[in-house]
């Protein structure tokens, strides 16, 4: 890699970020909850969550014509560390009850700042890999922040049993320290600016991107599908199938989300292992990952076995995988890297928009029809982003 070393801190430091943010996360929501003693009221910190970063989201594109992007993220985290400090003192020094308003504050402007960081990770990937190597930095990327995901809540959880609440969060906020630190190491990336745009064009420039390159444009479809079928996982609906259709204790659900992380935490790693011939047939393996990952959800929706509904999850997440790493490096080799920060930003905000509101109705679903219909119509939206995988099959290899 061209750039080894700034790839490798780019990696520990999003990794480090991401444990420090489920652990936050954990401790906020339980805070939030010891004091006010309303799930309403704890449900609230992972609505600020998104509503944070879909507002900075929106704010990317304008904010990297004036800085450098490697600027943007080192500002950005440095910030997330001021406020979660300030989230500590407030917690451990309070004389009375603590005002929940004021809690609510401070995790809204974590995650404003927070928000800046995964597009703009992701457009760095680019910058210190050679185009021929994206693939295995992808699936690396992915692999580790995969074991991440499956380790850091349960991670957190735990703490909750050994440390109080003010604890963890000093904790945490130490976890905040060293990622920002190796951030501020990165090597500076200043992207060409079109000085002849003004500030509304540069705002809406990744919605520009989106609108106007067919592969951007067809991704986005099938991304957006994509996080409307992911819904079907979500905790809530996952908690309803293991209570009311396969009839098992609450810790089916969290064995079937355990497997569907290491299902993709293998998806991650047979891609790397496989990059080369797969990097020369990514069309394939996006519909093939698309195709798969249809049949296994439908799978799901028709069976009544706890062991099979298991190997089908580790199944859907091994593909989900061998779908978008592929489709990934298509866009960071097929698009200027100057261009993508703007729209990783923009397609963020989308696909956060559309899972969100994805959420509340494949609820309404689930209890007007049945939890069953919700995986169905799951696996027909993959069943369609396999069928625009294979029509649309030119513009990714």
């Known amino acids: 890699m061209k750039n080894n070393q700034a790839f490798k801190k780019l990696v520990v430091g999003q990794i480090l970020a991401n444990i420090g943010d489920t652990i936050y996360t954990v401790a906020v929501v339980s805070s939030i909850f010891s004091l006010t003693h309303s799930a309403l009221a704890a449900s609230i910190v992972p609505v600020l969550i998104t509503g944070g970063t879909i507002i900075s989201g929106l704010l990317v594109p304008m904010i990297i014509t004036h800085f450098s992007i490697t600027s943007v993220i080192k500002v ?6 001021l406020i979660l400090f300030l989230l500590a003192i407030y917690l451990q020094y309070r004389i009375a009850q603590p005002n929940v308003i004021i809690i609510y504050l401070l995790v809204a402007g974590i995650s404003f700042f927070d928000g800046f960081t995964d597009p703009i990770s992701m457009a760095l990937v680019p910058h210190y890999v050679e185009k021929e190597l994206l693939m295995k930095a992808n699936s690396l990327f ?4 995969q074991l991440v995901s499956i380790g850091s809540w349960a991670i957190g959880s735990s703490l909750l049993i050994v440390f109080t609440i003010n604890e963890i969060v000093w904790l945490d906020l130490l976890i905040f320290i060293i990622s920002a630190t ?3 190491f990165l090597p500076k990336i200043q992207i060409a600016v079109n000085v002849k745009k003004n500030k509304k064009e540069n705002l809406l420039s990744g919605w520009h991107e989106i609108r106007t390159h067919e592969i951007i444009k067809t991704v986005v479809v099938m991304d957006v599908l994509e996080s409307i079928a992911n819904t079907a996982w979500v905790s809530a609906i996952i908690l309803v199938f293991v209570r009311k259709v396969l009839h098992v204790s609450d810790n089916w659900w969290g ?4 497997t569907y992380f290491i299902g993709a935490m293998i998806g991650s790693l047979i891609v790397m292992r496989l990059s080369k011939w797969i990097n020369k047939n990514k069309s394939k393996s996006i519909y093939w990952g698309s195709f798969i990952g249809a049949i296994a959800t439908v799978i799901v929706s028709i069976s009544w076995n706890p062991i099979l509904i ?11 995988q061998i779908k978008n790493i592929p489709q990934a490096t298509a866009v960071q080799q097929k698009m200027s890297k100057s261009k993508l920060a703007a729209i990783y930003a923009s397609t963020g905000v989308l696909y956060t928009g559309a899972f969100s509101i994805s959420i509340l109705l494949m609820g309404v679903i689930s209890d007007l029809c049945g939890v069953r219909i919700v995986f169905v119509l ?18 990714f290899d």
């Open 182 to 184: 190796i951030f501020w």
């Open 76 to 81: 950005s985290q440095s910030c997330k560390v």
């Open 142 to 145: 992915s692999t580790l922040l």
């Open 378 to 395: 799951s696996g027909a939206l993959l069943l369609l982003v396999a069928i625009i995988a294979r029509k649309k099959k030119n513009l």
């Open 255 to 258: 064995y079937i989300n355990a």
């Open 310 to 320: 298991l190997v089908c999850s580790i199944f859907i997440g091994l593909f989900s």
